[in-house]
């Protein structure tokens, strides 16, 4: 697991009543067909590069479930930890184990959640054109429905299940073990304002998806948001304050984040101005860091949030106009997601730090979250600017294009694809050379080997996983763009879900030869 990183059926205008102002939110319907991606083609040939990438990284989501197992597609996994939540009178059955380890941990399952969303929102169409949407969607709905189950009282949110240091001390198959599986809970008394804004976040998402192909559920999922997003502005804590054994795992630097987070997205869903209010104003000044580019990641939303707020600012002459209480912080979110693009485009006078390879380097502990979630929002943006006609972004005295953004979101899927010194892709299955030591139990093990919790030779072992990972995106090189694939080397070779919820994000982003946006103002 990963380890202290820093680290939405076509509607052509949806407008939105907000305390009896209109404000534009267009999360272009007809862009992608909608939440599970419509009947719109998406123009232009389908890049069969990524499209065969983004098959390969959709079935770490495959090999990732817990549970009782539905079509069961990766050949050497089973069903495992059925009994999940039965102490709380819950099932928790479903969900996804977060990186090689077998605990759930509910902060970063949430955000691949989030993620998986608003890549769906945003590309369903291009994802349906490679065929690939449905495993998408797949994926996605398999955990929701256990963050559901996990959110079974207003003010009570389960965030975990299983005990990270017993797990971390054995090596054995999700399918054999027979550890005792905790359940770690917030309240009221027991706050975590983050893991349930993230939590209120990737459900508001998710209800934008499923609001054109399953009202009912969507219905639900917003209620959902509603309620967890309340508890966690009543009451506010980072998790890993009320939890300080839980913060050498994924550590919280703050909770601030996912509150803007939580509420630009249930804005989005919603269209209830009050959730924009709460991110353009006090909060916004207090929480924001506006100003201040930085880096997307499962620890920090707030490029995410600049981003997906800077929609508004977008399209907001699509339609009606936006209260003019929100116009000055709306603009505030808009110059500093400018401002991230700038650090990301490699010609900037601002530009940061890449190898010689030309990845963007942020930190040596899963080197590839930073530069994929960062390509994902340039593509992200570079659409947005497309779309509206803005197609100038200002870096001090430079001026760049959506275009610009474009190349630089392909040269990080490319890096990640094998064009990198080491010439190896860093997404298992794909391509030719590939890390054949990915550090994952269940990859390490042969299936029909019960090992009990003392199975460390398959850890220690030199051989290659009897079983392939597939479509696992592994840590990723080192600044001198080397990389070492040994098992116990967790810091390059370890796998985490929502590593593969940005990647699937960035490759469907890439699908289309031509850029989708720029197709509709065709």
């Not at 090689?100 to 608003?118: C, E, N, Q, R, V």
């Not at 690939?132 to 559901?148: H, N, P």
């Not at 967790?490 to 469907?508: D, F, K, P, R």
Request: glycine content about 10%; some cysteine; hydrophobic content about 40%.
């Amino acid at each position: 697991m990963a380890r202290c990183v820093r680290g939405c059926c076509c509607v052509l205008v949806l407008l939105l009543v907000a305390l009896g102002i209109t404000a534009a939110v267009v999360f272009l319907r007809n862009r992608n067909g909608g939440g599970g991606g419509g009947d719109r083609p998406v123009p232009g040939s389908v890049d069969h590069k990524y499209a065969e990438a983004l098959a390969v990284a959709l079935q770490f989501f495959q090999v990732q479930k817990s549970g009782k197992l539905v079509k069961n597609q990766i050949p050497w996994r089973g069903d495992s930890a059925v009994d999940d939540g039965q102490e709380a009178g819950l099932d928790l059955s479903r969900g996804m184990y977060d990186a090689g380890d077998h605990i759930k941990f509910g902060f970063p399952l949430a955000f691949t959640a989030t993620m998986l969303s608003w890549s769906v929102l945003e590309y369903g169409g291009a994802m349906e054109a490679a065929k690939q949407r449905d495993s998408a969607l797949d994926a996605l709905r398999w955990i929701m429905d256990y963050l559901v189950n996990a959110h079974p009282a207003d003010d009570v949110l389960y965030i975990q299940v299983g005990d990270p240091e017993a797990d971390h001390k054995c090596w054995e198959r999700p399918e054999t073990m027979s550890e005792k599986r905790p359940l770690t809970k917030i309240t009221a008394n027991s706050p975590g304002s983050d893991v349930a804004a993230e939590t209120a976040a990737a459900m508001a998402a998710a209800s934008l998806v499923y609001k054109p192909i399953d009202a009912p559920y969507s219905s639900s999922l917003l209620g959902h948001a509603q309620q967890l997003f309340a508890f966690a502005d009543r009451h506010r804590a980072a998790y890993t304050r009320t939890f300080p054994e839980l913060a050498k795992y994924y550590n919280s630097t703050t909770y601030q984040d996912e509150l803007l987070w939580a509420s630009g997205w249930l804005f989005h869903a919603t269209g209830n101005g009050s959730y924009l209010a709460y991110a353009t104003g006090k909060n916004g000044e207090d929480f924001a860091d506006l100003g201040n580019p930085r880096y997307f990641s499962w620890d920090d939303k707030r490029p995410g949030t600049q981003v997906l707020l800077s929609r508004v600012s977008f399209f907001a002459s699509q339609g009606a106009g936006v209260a003019d209480d929100n116009e000055g912080g709306l603009e505030s979110y808009k110059q500093t997601a400018d401002a991230v693009m700038c650090i990301l485009l490699p010609d900037s006078e601002t530009a940061a730090f890449r190898t010689e390879g030309g990845l963007l380097y942020v930190a040596e502990w899963n080197s590839l979250q930073h530069p994929v979630a960062s390509a994902f929002l340039a593509a992200v943006y570079g659409d947005y600017m497309l779309t509206s006609g803005k197609t100038e972004l200002t870096c001090g005295g430079q001026s760049f294009s959506p275009d610009d953004l474009r190349k630089f979101a392909q040269s990080q899927a490319d890096y990640v694809l094998g064009d990198n010194p080491m010439k190896l892709s860093y997404l298992v299955g794909y391509g030719d050379s590939y890390p054949q030591r990915v550090h994952h139990r269940g990859a390490s093990i042969p299936a029909d080997v019960n090992t009990g919790c003392g199975g460390q030779q398959w850890l220690e072992s030199p051989d290659t996983n009897p079983n392939v990972a597939t479509g696992a995106l592994v840590g990723g090189p080192f600044k001198n763009d080397s990389f070492v694939d040994e098992r116990q080397n967790v810091m390059q070779n370890e796998a985490t879900t929502y590593n593969s919820a940005l990647i699937v994000g960035l490759l469907s982003g890439l699908l289309t030869t031509s850029s989708v946006a720029q197709s509709l103002s065709s």
